[in-house]
């Protein structure tokens, strides 16, 4: 079956932009992380899903970081008013269970925002 | 070794040798481990887990052992092959709470044919 899908695979974004970054995961998955990934760095916790509901926000940087999951599949990470220090990878996960302690992530590959 | 900046450690061998990742972990509370391999412009990709219950666990041609006394885990790769080339990330599942799995800085691997 088809695994995490990401979009766009690259954007570029002039300082000042918004920009929205779209995440399909695996179908049935209640899961869903963002990770930002800064280069040379891991995957660094920005929000978790758990069906609709956005139960940690913790990892988002500021309030101009915003994300959404509506009907509890697609997901969507948006960034207003960007700034060179959002340049990073964006990763999407999900994973199948709900609250479940202790199981592996399944990733896309990944937004690459570059802003200029 | 460990460097700074954008570079990560580097572990560089030889096609056949057999190798050894290494991460120490933060959280003496956490009970769940996993090791992911990223290649280049792809997402992290599951290798094996382990659970803090056990001290070793083996998968095919990769084995995790975990010594939770001094918070440290391993990777070997048995006959490194070009295509593990890759970096390798320890992630660590603290208890309690919500699961947010947390990533360690990661190690490069580089297999030489």
């Known amino acids: 079956g088809a695994g995490v899908s990401q979009s766009p695979r690259y954007k570029v974004a002039k300082r000042g932009q918004d920009v929205a970054l779209r995440c399909d995961p695996i179908?049935?998955?209640?899961?869903l992380f963002w990770y930002q990934q800064a280069l040379g760095q891991g995957p660094e916790f920005l929000t978790y899903?758990?069906?609709?509901?956005?139960?940690?926000k913790s990892g988002l940087p500021s309030d101009r970081f915003f994300a959404e999951r509506p009907e509890g599949s697609v997901s969507t990470l948006k960034i207003q008013r960007t700034q060179q220090e959002d340049s990073a990878v964006y990763l999407c996960?999900?994973?199948?269970?709900?609250?479940?302690?202790?199981?592996?992530?399944?990733f896309g590959s990944g937004t690459q925002l570059s802003v200029l | 070794g460990e460097s700074v900046g954008l570079h990560l450690p580097t572990l560089s061998v030889q096609e056949g040798d057999n190798s050894i990742i290494n991460c120490a972990y933060s959280n003496s509370a956490s009970d769940y481990f996993i090791w992911y391999k990223q290649e280049s412009g792809k997402g992290p990709q599951f290798i094996i887990d382990i659970r803090s219950n056990m001290d070793k666990r083996q998968g095919q041609r990769v084995t995790v052992l975990l010594n939770k006394t001094v918070k440290h885990l391993s990777l070997q790769i048995a006959a490194t092959q070009p295509g593990d080339s890759a970096v390798y990330f320890c992630?660590?599942?603290?208890?309690?709470?919500?699961?947010?799995?947390?990533f360690g800085r990661g190690t490069s691997l580089i297999v030489h044919p």
């Open positions: 899903f758990q069906n609709e509901a956005q139960l940690d």
């Open positions: 996960a999900s994973s199948p269970r709900q609250g479940a302690k202790g199981e592996k992530l399944f």
């Open positions: 179908s049935g998955h209640v899961s």
């Open positions: 992630a660590e599942n603290p208890t309690g709470g919500s699961y947010i799995p947390t």
